[in-house]
């Protein structure tokens, strides 16, 4: 099962390396990630290039927003399923998407959802606030 995951960025050199190194260090392997930076001003792109990754496609151009960035991942992706990990978020462990696979798999749905943890800014470790998707 290929998985497909679109990142939208936009002059996100502060948080871009941790989101692709989260990617990278995923233990699945049949990984796509399509970047679509919306002509950013600052380092995004250098960065992206920079930070050892498993990025296949980056479009680096004008959007009409996150969406239309979405979007365009979205249309560009070749995955039997599609995710969205946006500029600023990260895998918080390295089995995220064998996990997703596994579930897929084993299960018969249509769609998953995980839990969301907001961290930190300056401490990327400190949880400051836990949404559950147990509740759904």
């Known amino acids: ?19 692709v190194r989260s990617v990278n260090s995923q233990t699945y392997d049949n990984i796509e990630h399509i970047i679509i930076d919306g002509a950013s001003k600052d380092n995004t792109v250098k960065i992206i290039e920079e930070t050892p990754n498993r990025v296949t496609k ?8 996150i969406y239309d960035a979405m ?3 979205i249309r560009m992706a070749t995955g039997d399923v599609i995710g969205i990990l946006n500029s600023d978020d990260f895998f918080t462990s390295d089995d995220v998407i064998e996990t997703v696979v596994d579930t897929f798999k084993n299960n018969d749905i249509d ?16 949880s400051v606030r836990y949404y559950s998707s147990s509740i759904f």
Do not use: Q, R, W
């Not at 099962?1 to 989101?19: G, P, V």
């Not at 980056?58 to 959007?63: L, M």
């Not at 769609?111 to 400190?126: C, E, I, Q, R, S």
């Open 58 to 65: 980056i479009v680096s151009e004008p959007d009409k927003g």
């Open 111 to 126: 769609a998953l959802y995980g839990d969301v943890h907001f961290v930190n800014p300056d401490d990327l470790t400190k």
């Open 1 to 19: 099962m290929k998985i497909s995951i679109i990142t939208a960025t936009y002059n996100s050199e502060a948080h871009i390396a941790d989101c």
């Open 71 to 73: 979007n365009k991942g």
